[in-house]
């Protein structure tokens, strides 16, 4: 899991807004942007290119 401090100081890459986690605690969000920066196994890869949008990660 990633420590609070850790999300306190994550931007986005692409917009430099502030990312908040997601529900299911799998990826990082970007409300500004809608994107989701997926966490690997509790590393958020913040590369824009590999950013998903809301629209594609959601059921």
Known sequence: MIKQ??????ACPKCKG???L???K???LCEKC???YE???DIPVM???EAKPVTSACP
């Open 5 to 10: 401090e850790l999300l306190d100081i994550l």
């Open 18 to 20: 502030a990312v908040q």
């Open 22 to 24: 997601t529900e299911r």
């Open 26 to 28: 799998d990826g990082l």
């Open 34 to 36: 809608q994107l989701i």
């Open 39 to 41: 966490i690997r196994e």
């Open 47 to 49: 590369l824009v290119d």
